[in-house]
């Protein structure tokens, strides 16, 4: 039977609903909501059943991926990704049209929606008022969501080039498990943990979540899920927000 890489073959996608927990079939994008995920039976190569917090830490170190032998099953294995793995997935990536993805329910464009005060990973304050006046770009996550580490090499470039823009992770991990993540993972954006009420203060229900906003407080751009090629309307979005007066 033909197995179905969940993490990165991006031929499906479930687009999560948080309320009822259903997942759709989507061409090109995938959202997972965190929930779904620990609800998953999960098997390493012996067919042992591993609790959620051993594939949990295996998926956060990265070079692993879940895979399944059909669209809806509720049981995958754990497999650490090989070489051919990896090409294959970089050969898929760079085949696949740019997609502009639906904006986030949570994050409508053209309207202001109020940003809560947190603390990142190493103990400061993230006060959004006094960030007023910049552009800021957010990213809501999770370290098991496979989608969320797919683009993060992509939101790091983003970072790079664009020095003085505020980039900003909201994660629903906490604090010790995201500065782990990040000792094998680097993600570049100044990161908040264990967001998981502030996440449903937002209205989040699907990841990743990509967000820009601009020096005005205006979302500009949202989006819900990921998709190849996707990162391009992101990066244009963040180019035409940092152009404006």
Not at 92 to 104: G, Y
Request: net charge positive; charged share 25%; hydrophobic share 40%.
């Amino acid at each position: 039977m033909r197995k179905i890489v969940l993490l990165i073959t991006l031929t499906f996608a479930a687009i999560t609903d948080a309320a009822a927990q259903q997942e759709t079939v989507s061409t090109k994008v995938v959202a997972v909501s965190q929930t779904t995920m620990e609800q998953k039976i999960v098997k390493d190569s012996t067919g042992a059943i591993l609790p959620y917090a051993q594939w949990h830490q295996m998926m956060a170190g990265g070079g692993y991926m879940l895979r399944s032998k059909g669209y809806n099953t509720d049981s995958m294995t754990i497999v650490k990704m090989s070489a051919a793995d990896i090409a294959a997935r970089n050969s898929r990536r760079s085949a696949m049209p740019a997609i502009m993805l639906p904006p986030s329910p949570a994050f409508p464009i053209g309207e202001k929606k109020e940003l809560f005060n947190a603390k990142d990973v190493d103990g400061k304050k993230v006060d959004f008022k006094a960030l007023a006046g910049k552009v800021i770009v957010l990213n809501f996550w999770f370290i098991n969501c496979p989608p969320c580490k797919e683009e993060i090499p992509e939101l790091n470039k983003l970072v790079a080039d664009n020095p003085d823009v505020v980039f900003i992770g909201i994660g629903l991990d906490l604090k010790y498990e995201i500065k782990d993540f990040l000792k094998a993972t680097p993600f570049n954006y100044r990161q908040i943990y264990d967001a998981r009420e502030d996440c449903t203060r937002y209205g989040i229900n699907s990841y990743p979540t990509n967000v820009v906003i601009d020096k005005k407080g205006v979302t500009r751009y949202s989006s819900s899920g990921f998709g190849e090629g996707a990162l391009t309307y992101l990066k244009k979005t963040i180019e035409e927000v940092k152009a404006e007066n």
